[in-house]
């Protein structure tokens, strides 16, 4: 990535979601919310928030969607098992941020995951379709490392309402 980027590594498991999810929310925020980049203090650095805000339209189509493919990463490349690293870099790239995360679990054929039966409702195998739904693209190369590449931009009538507030 050419942009500067922000890095983190976490263990790749449920238990630590968490950590990447905020990390992506507060990125997502320097993208949506640029006035923002005081990172939600105040003048005498107190934390205006004690959660990450996600009511903008862009910050939370992206974290859904990365929440989406970390669960497939922790649950079926390192089947629930304690162990494996995802290591993620964030870059604001203009409009938009990519996210690439790399993980060392079992690779698999993308192009293999069958479209979901939206009319039934399904209680899993939705994490991608999610995913592919939200960003503007969704790039996956198996490996080892495998590579997940996430886009999104930001749209110019989103860009303006939030520079306006």
Same mark, same amino acid.
């Given at each position: 990535?050419?942009?500067?980027?922000?890095?983190?590594?976490v263990p790749?498991t449920?238990?630590?979601?968490?950590i990447?999810?905020?990390?992506?929310a507060?990125?997502?925020?320097l993208v949506s919310?640029p006035?923002?980049?005081?990172?939600g203090r105040?003048?005498?650095?107190?934390?205006l928030?004690?959660?990450y805000?996600?009511?903008?339209?862009?910050?939370?189509?992206?974290?859904?969607a990365?929440?989406?493919?970390?669960n497939?990463i922790?649950?079926?490349?390192?089947q629930r098992?304690?162990?494996g690293?995802?290591? *993620?870099? =964030?870059? %604001? #790239?203009?409009?938009? @941020?990519?996210?690439? !995360?790399?993980?060392q /679990?079992? +690779?698999?054929?993308?192009?293999?995951?069958?479209?979901?039966?939206l009319?039934?409702?399904?209680?899993?195998g *939705?994490? =991608?379709? %999610? #995913?592919r739904?939200? @960003?503007?693209?969704? !790039?996956?190369?198996? /490996?080892? +490392?495998?590579l997940?590449?996430?886009?999104?931009?930001?749209?110019?009538e989103a860009?303006?309402?939030?520079t306006?507030?």
């Open positions: 990535m050419g942009a500067p980027s922000i890095r983190l590594t790749g449920l238990r630590h979601r968490a990447a999810v905020r990390v992506v507060e990125a997502c925020r919310r006035q923002d980049a005081d990172g105040s003048e005498n650095g107190a934390h928030a004690p959660g805000d996600l009511s903008h339209p862009f910050d939370a189509a992206f974290v859904s990365f929440a989406e493919i970390f497939n922790a649950i079926h490349a390192y098992r304690d162990g690293t995802i290591e *993620m870099a =964030i870059s %604001i #790239a203009g409009d938009g @941020l990519i996210v690439e !995360i790399r993980d /679990g079992q +690779p698999f054929d993308i192009d293999a995951v069958p479209m979901p039966e009319d039934s409702l399904p209680e899993g *939705m994490g =991608i379709h %999610i #995913a739904a939200l @960003l503007d693209e969704v !790039i996956y190369e198996p /490996g080892p +490392p495998n997940w590449r996430l886009v999104k931009r930001l749209e110019p860009r303006q309402a939030s306006a507030s």
